[in-house]
């Protein structure tokens, strides 16, 4: 992972004694500027959310006079996440990637269990368990009218089809067992709102998205486009932060696959170049790009997992068998990317 940027990280120890425990946490303070961030990771007994409370209080009042400058992240941890306590940046990423690299692989297209299989259960209705719901238009359409299926002529306009969250050609991985198959980024979407999402990146702002229904009428939905990014739905932005950021802290350009990066820009492939960073697209090195992050970090705040993404999430786990660290805990993000 030496493509990401070390951040100066300045540690120590404390000792604090509450009560007749003494207690020896390790305490990590990230410098940004005028900005630090505090990690507290317990070495033995659990710290009670309280002391961490005014420990924080206090280190802020140390470190800043305002405190509108000061970010603070203290994370409960279970085993499974111990390995990255107390990291941030390109080690944090390092680290979830190795627990989460290595996961079961399934087809695009199969007669055993391929990944039309696996979204008619993980986007399954809740609502209706004969139908899928759809990622950006929130439609619920019956599983049967999958695109190119036998009811295909009756859902025409109207089927749904397989989103890649993360565009196939940000990568140039196509369909191929890895990321052109992660179920974790993939999702069940209207055949004509997906193909208005296309490849753009995702960004605030546009045009009203116009949904093509069966028989040629429209009704637009809550998303927005214009010629070089996406907005999805309020209520799925979260999950649709979340699905990237997973991208690109699991595909790191090891076996085989690209190496993929969140960048601050939008970016198309009529563009050899973006003009906004400099960074060549597509295809190059094998590296893939995909922004606007601080738009998905905004999005990863202000629409945190609900229950149906964790649901949904805990589904893909049983047929992958790794996580997305980001729906565990989106808090990782900030830790990484800011």
Known sequence: MARRRKKTRSKFKITLVVGSALLVPAV??????????LDIIPSSSSISSSVSSSLSSSLSSSFSTDSSYISSTVLELPVFYSSVAALTGEDLAAALNDLIDFHTTYPYTATGTDVWDILRDVDEDPDNTNNVLTLYSGKSIPKDY????????????????????WSKSHGDFGETQ???TDI??????DESVNSTKNNLDFD?????????????????????????SFEPPANRKGDVARMIMYMAVRYDGTEGYPDLQLVEAVLTDSLAVNSETGLTYGGVEGFGYYGRLSTLLTWNELDPPDAY????????????GNRNPFVDYYEFARLIWQ
């Open 178 to 180: 890895g990321p052109g």
């Open 146 to 165: 999958q695109d190119g299926g036998a009811f295909n002529s009756q859902c025409a306009n109207d089927c749904w089809n397989r989103e890649h969250v």
């Open 204 to 228: 605030n702002g546009g045009d009203i998205v116009s949904d093509l229904l069966f028989g040629g009428s429209r009704v637009d939905i809550d998303a927005r486009y214009d010629s070089d």
């Open 28 to 37: 990590s303070i990230v410098f940004f500027g005028d900005l630090f961030q």
């Open 309 to 320: 993404e964790i649901a949904r999430h805990e589904k893909i786990v049983g047929y992958q």
């Open 184 to 189: 974790h980024h993939m999702h069940a979407e």
